[in-house]
């Protein structure tokens, strides 16, 4: 699945979801190793664990950051809505 990000330095996230748990994660673009070092320790958490976690996280005062829009992206797909 593909989320397109909003107010972050990365464009999108890209994961995959099997049995409510995430097997794949890769954020396109953002800050290299900050991104990269999110998307491994997602891997393997249940969805509703790393919303728990990521939401509301803010960078620089953007109202978001990089983990929330994963968040985001996992409440969407949650609901139907990615």
Known sequence: ????NH?????????EVENGIITQCQFIGG???NTQGIA???VGRPV??????LRGID???RGTSCPDQLA????????GNL
């Not at 107010?7 to 994961?15: G, Q």
């Not at 985001?72 to 609901?79: D, G, K, N, V």
């Open 1 to 4: 699945m593909r989320h397109m």
């Open 7 to 15: 107010h972050t330095c990365s464009r999108a996230v890209d994961f």
């Open 31 to 33: 800050c290299h190793g």
């Open 40 to 42: 491994r320790l997602v």
């Open 48 to 53: 509703d664990e790393v919303i728990d976690s």
């Open 59 to 61: 960078c620089g005062g």
């Open 72 to 79: 985001q992206a996992l409440i969407a797909y949650r609901s």
